[in-house]
């Protein structure tokens, strides 16, 4: 072994992929939009003393935004050509269809 190798240094975890990235942030956020919707609104908030309408609104703009990271994600995938690009988009496509299906009834929540 040469000096120079001797010195060099390796990063214990490799540099994140930006595709990767995006996955993990759009079911970040789709993660807490369901935590939201399961838990906060319907057993926190009503211990605390709120009611009403605070959790139709706050469901449709994180669901919205975890949407927009859904489909930023299966885009960067797909740009970058992954080998994961299928699975991902099915992981993804999932997700969107459930989170649609929440903003239908946080919608008709608002509505009635």
Same mark, same amino acid.
């Given at each position: ?10 990063? &214990? ?6 595709a990767? #990235?995006? *996955?993990?942030? @759009?079911i970040l956020?789709?993660?807490v ?24 609104v ?7 935004? &975890?949407?927009?990271c859904?489909?930023?994600?299966? #885009?960067? *995938?797909?740009? @970058?050509?992954?080998r ?18 929440l903003?239908a ?6 509505a009635s």
């Amino acid at each position: 072994m040469t000096a120079a190798e001797s010195t060099t240094v390796h990063s &214990a975890a490799p540099a994140a992929d930006p595709a990767a #990235r995006a *996955f993990n942030t @759009s079911i970040l956020v789709s993660g807490v939009r369901c935590m939201l919707t399961y838990v906060v609104f319907p057993w926190i908030l009503p211990i605390v003393g709120v009611t009403g309408g605070v959790g139709p609104v706050v469901g449709i703009a994180i669901g919205l935004v &975890a949407i927009a990271c859904n489909i930023a994600s299966i #885009r960067r *995938f797909w740009a @970058s050509r992954h080998r994961w690009r299928y699975g991902i988009t099915a992981i993804n496509s999932g997700v969107i269809a459930m989170l649609l299906v929440l903003l239908a009834v946080d919608v008709s929540d608002l509505a009635s």
